[in-house]
């Protein structure tokens, strides 16, 4: 590129830098959220075991709502605080740092799953 068509485009602003940082981090997607399997696999497939298992009290637990006496949300509480030493192994898997965002984040996981499981329960 010569210096003037490099005056005509001008410093990249913030939007594009987001923009292009956004683009890239979509490739890696496996590694951001499911950490780098490459160089812990045995962690990882311990932490989707320990969903699965979480997600499998959660829907052997979730009973639909009457509508009348319960509403969803105060089952979906109560199912996922049956569930709630699988949830207590997966935070401990998931979060050897103990930072209390990431535990808010995965409660916070399992009780909208609960909520998903009491809506989709067979009446």
């Known amino acids: 590129m010569s210096d003037t068509s490099m005056k005509l485009l001008g410093p990249p602003t913030r939007a594009a830098m987001a923009i292009l940082a956004l683009s890239l981090g979509a490739c ?3 590694y951001i959220f499911e950490g780098n399997e490459y160089s812990n696999p045995i962690k990882v497939n311990r932490i989707k075991d320990l ?13 639909p709502s009457n509508g009348a006496d319960y509403d969803v949300a ?6 996922a605080l ?5 949830t207590d192994r997966l935070i401990a898997a ?3 740092d103990r930072d209390p965002r990431v535990a808010e984040a995965i409660r ?5 799953r609960a909520a ?8």
């Open 116 to 123: 998903r499981y009491v809506m989709r329960a067979p009446r």
């Open 28 to 30: 890696s997607r496996d």
């Open 94 to 96: 998931s979060n050897p």
């Open 74 to 79: 105060s089952i979906a509480k109560a199912v």
């Open 108 to 112: 916070n996981d399992t009780d909208q």
């Open 51 to 63: 969903y699965q298992a979480r997600d499998a009290c959660l829907a052997k637990n979730a009973v």
């Open 82 to 86: 049956a569930c709630a030493p699988e």
